[in-house]
């Protein structure tokens, strides 16, 4: 009750701050045409995530990214952060209530068709594109979650994020596996090899507990094996696909024994722990932001990334989009507000941010990869380049209002099974149960956003 | 009750002295009723009540106006940015709510769970504070000690346990040396006791404080009287302290409970979203509804059922123990 009526509260704030802007001055639109955009005396609004792993750098970073947009355009740049997912939602609604707020906001992929959902935010021109400096500056696979379909577009690729797996060079030699797996049949296999629970080490780490990583899983395999989740109006979650990729990542566990049986509880971090301590073949899931954590690692200069596998259990070769499906496509996209009144400026700072040197700087820097194409092809550190692969290989996941609600049913289904994924196994029937469900409630949510 | 209504008097003739009469006149000797009326009627600072009741407005009221005409509208994520005209529904999200949604359910999770943490809770928190009544070497420190769950934030309190009731974790362990397998504590069926559990570790001293500060007002002759009497320490605490406890520890229990009810770090912080289905309790299931599935309108609706559902055995209970009414001095006590 106390976060409803926190809802409640926005809203009001919302509606006041509406008030309030009505005496407020209306700054006038922009207007330029042509060449550089003249935001002399002007002030631009940015919402971007707060980066607690790189913090003291992201300051520095709004600081130097000021400073050339203010020598570019004379226009000051005004950063906002937000803590969470949640903050940052309640920022946009309070926005989008009251029609103001900040100018550009940066969202995570998944998020985007939620956001896009909501009209309130620019769907660009062929005009617009090019004032961010053309469409084919992007990484053509990174454009893939910016709209329902090319025409509409909202969402500004920033950086790409595309999840990967690490490898123990020296656990897989010593196992005399000579490359990693590109099927998830074989991966078990392997992972078998790997295991030895008189060291406690084992073949594969994941976090059962972890509030993303097991629909990343589910989607991956379904799409491998033909299933997108999604097909126009219908939602296919209770399709053998799906029921066989619980079966497999539940699997590792019960069958294959091939994972920590603690990882029951684990989430991501515990994963990367348990891979960085030398207890584990493989690490699943994981991204380039896991490098500053494996380099002060045991680990150290023993480790690789590759893509994940893109066979799905039980085939033998990728199906569909399988091939193209090694990663959600993953990462952060741009979009500017529809209210906002300078929309030319806030092109010109997505302009520079996402210019080459920019991405190349911000990769040096966080470890994300450039949605840049050209930046992303110039990348030569050797570690990398399986993760910019990953990038060209990500596949987006479905584009809809709904989709919040199918990721959730997704973990869902894993949430409540872990009771019996720790006492060694997993019934059909309540497997089957969970999925039933899962595609009722998903698909109420779809029939929702079919209708607006 | 003499004794009560005798500090009543008390304590109402010292701010009468020096206040000035509305009157101007003398007053006569005899009026000492009459004044008291005359200061708790004639003069009662009104106004006093602007700034709260302005924020009570702004902060309380509106918003829950707002609720309740949000709890009739289709307002998702599609309809949010013209939310004022978004499609009027009438009662479709109340009888989605109470129908097609786990609400009645979690209703029950938050309302036995609250119950149940306080049922335990209040014994624990007498003994404490009877336990420290009286002066002993260290009391201070103990005093000190004792509260320290109730000063940590929620968020704090909630990620500690967490990490100790790991699969494998320090709880486990340290059971395991026993020979005994707890199971999970984190996923499943258990989860429900194991919020319970978290749930009377972190809230316990607060009844504690508050019959603490029952047990101070217990008037130094009353425990000479019964000494006198040779009522022994049984005796004593049964008849003659207890009922002075009887005020603060239903006020305890009527904030606790609502506390409980209300409190979403704990379970959130502890077993994260989507939660186990055993302890998907309201705040928790309101949560999801509006920011995870983005149906506002039908998350009004459901806290607004709630709203509804524990105000009427508050209302009654207010009633039972009289809290709302200040003119009874048992009230107070």
């Known amino acids: 009750m106390r976060f409803a009526s926190s809802a409640r509260l926005a809203a009001v704030v919302a509606a006041a701050a509406l008030a309030l802007t009505a005496c407020g001055s209306g700054s006038s639109d922009s207007g330029s045409t042509g060449g550089a955009v003249d935001g002399k005396g002007k002030k631009l609004s940015v919402l971007t995530g707060v980066n607690a792993q790189y913090s003291a750098q992201q300051k520095q970073w709004f600081t130097d990214i000021a400073a050339k947009f203010k020598a570019q355009t004379g226009a000051d740049v005004e950063f906002e952060t937000f803590a969470s997912a949640n903050d940052e939602l309640t920022r946009i609604q309070t926005s989008v209530v009251s029609g103001q707020g900040p100018d550009v906001y940066s969202l995570g992929t998944t998020f985007t068709p939620t956001a896009y959902a909501t009209k309130a935010f620019v769907t660009l021109s062929d005009d617009d594109w090019k004032k961010v400096g053309g469409k084919d500056r992007f990484n053509p696979a990174a454009l893939g979650i910016s709209g329902p379909d090319e025409q509409h577009q909202a969402g500004i690729p920033f950086v790409s994020r595309p999840f990967v797996m690490a490898y123990n060079k020296e656990l897989l030699a010593a196992a005399g596996i000579d490359k990693p797996a590109t099927s998830w049949d074989e991966l078990a296999v392997q992972a078998k090899k790997l295991t030895n629970p008189a060291t406690g080490t084992f073949g594969l780490a994941t976090g059962y507990k972890d509030n993303f990583d097991p629909w990343k899983f589910i989607w991956a395999m379904s799409v491998q094996a033909g299933n997108p989740l999604v097909d126009g109006k219908n939602l296919k979650l209770d399709d053998p696909a799906v029921k066989k990729a619980y079966e497999t990542y539940f699997g590792w566990l019960t069958k294959d024994k091939v994972v920590d049986p603690a990882s029951v509880g684990w989430s991501n971090s515990n994963a990367v722990a348990a891979f960085a301590a030398g207890k584990a073949g493989f690490l699943l899931m994981t991204t380039s932001s896991s490098i500053p954590t494996l380099e002060k690692s045991a680990i150290v200069g023993k480790y690789a990334y590759t893509t994940m596998p893109t066979t799905a259990p039980g085939e033998s070769s990728p199906k569909g989009d399988g091939d193209k499906a090694a990663s959600i496509l993953s990462g952060d996209n741009v979009v500017v507000a529809d209210y906002s009144k300078q929309k030319d400026l806030a092109f010109a700072y997505i302009k520079l941010i996402t210019s080459k040197e920019e991405q190349l700087n911000y990769q040096k820097i966080f470890g994300d990869l450039p949605a840049n194409n050209e930046a992303l092809k110039s990348l030569e550190d050797p570690k990398l380049k399986p993760i910019a692969d990953a990038a060209a290989k990500s596949k987006a996941t479905p584009f809809t209002g709904a989709w919040g609600d199918i990721q959730l049913a997704l973990l869902n289904v894993t949430v409540q099974s872990i009771p019996e994924l720790s006492s060694g196994s997993v019934s059909d029937s309540a497997l089957q149960a969970r999925l039933k469900d899962a595609q009722s409630k998903a698909q109420a949510s779809l029939d929702r956003a079919s209708k607006s | ?333």
Do not use: C
Not at chain 2, 45 to 53: A, E, K, R, S, T
Not at chain 2, 115 to 126: C, D, E, K, N
């Open chain 2, 1 to 333: 009750m003499s004794t009560d209504s005798f500090r009543e008097a008390r304590t109402a003739d010292v701010p009468a002295a020096g206040a000035p009469q509305p009157g101007g006149g003398s007053v006569p000797p005899s009026g000492r009723s009459v004044r008291r009326k005359g200061l708790s009627e004639r003069n009662r600072p009104l106004w006093m009540l602007i700034p709260g009741g302005a924020l009570m407005l702004i902060i309380i009221v509106a918003p829950m106006l707002l609720g309740i005409y949000m709890s009739v509208l289709n307002l998702d994520q599609y309809t949010l940015r013209k939310w004022v005209s978004s499609p009027f529904v009438g009662l479709e999200n109340f009888v989605e709510a109470l129908t097609d949604s786990p609400l009645l359910h979690a209703v029950w999770l938050s309302v036995s769970y609250s119950l149940i943490a306080m049922i335990v809770t209040v014994p624990l928190g007498i003994a404490a504070a009877v336990a420290t009544q009286n002066a002993f070497k260290g009391r201070a420190l103990i005093r000190s000690v004792f509260l320290i769950p109730y000063v940590l934030p929620s968020f704090v309190v909630a990620t500690v346990w967490r990490t100790m009731f790991q699969p494998n974790g320090v709880v486990d362990s340290a059971l395991g040396t026993f020979g005994i397998d707890p199971g999970l504590w984190l996923n499943g069926p258990q989860t429900y006791w194991t919020l319970i559990l978290v749930q009377i570790w972190a809230s316990w001293p607060f009844i504690y404080l508050l019959a603490l500060s029952g047990l101070q007002s217990v008037d130094h002759e009353v425990h000479e009287a019964s000494a006198l009497d040779g009522a022994l320490w049984w005796n004593k605490l049964r008849y003659v302290i207890f009922p002075y406890l009887k005020g603060p520890l239903s006020l305890a229990f009527l904030i606790g409970m609502l506390h409980h009810i209300n409190n979403f770090t704990l379970p959130f912080v502890l077993f994260g979203v989507p939660a186990p289905a055993d302890v998907e309790v309201l705040p928790i299931l309101t949560y999801v509804t509006s920011f995870q599935s983005f149906r506002f309108g039908l998350s009004a609706a459901m806290a607004f059922v709630s709203l509804v559902l524990v105000a009427i055995p508050l209302f009654i209970y207010l009633r039972a123990v009289k809290l709302d009414d200040a003119e009874t001095p048992g009230g107070k006590k």
